[in-house]
C-alpha cells in the first residue's frame, strides 16, 4: 500500500506539471490567434482603401488621365 501511495504521488506531481504547462500553450494559442486576427482585420482594411483608390482612378476621364501620364514622362526626363 505504502509503495502505491508514493506511486500516485509521483503520478499527481507529473499531472499537475502537464495542467500547468497546458495552460501556458493555450495562453500562448489564444495571442497567437488574437494577433493572426489583428493582422486579417489589417489586411482587409487596406484591400477596401485599395479598392477605394482603385475606384478613384478609374473614375477619372481618360483624356485628363493621359495628360497626366504625358506630364509625369516629361518630368522624370528632366531628373
Request: charged share 40%; proline share 3%.
Amino acid at each position: 500500500m505504502e509503495n502505491f501511495s508514493g506511486q500516485l504521488k509521483k503520478y499527481k506531481v507529473t499531472i499537475n506539471d502537464l495542467l500547468a504547462e497546458n495552460e501556458k500553450l493555450e495562453a500562448r494559442a489564444k495571442a497567437s490567434e488574437k494577433g493572426k486576427m489583428k493582422d486579417t482585420m489589417e489586411r482587409a482594411k487596406l484591400k477596401s482603401e485599395l479598392d477605394n483608390l482603385q475606384r478613384l482612378v478609374n473614375r477619372i476621364p481618360p483624356d485628363i488621365l493621359a495628360e497626366l501620364k504625358r506630364q509625369q514622362r516629361h518630368t522624370v526626363k528632366e531628373r
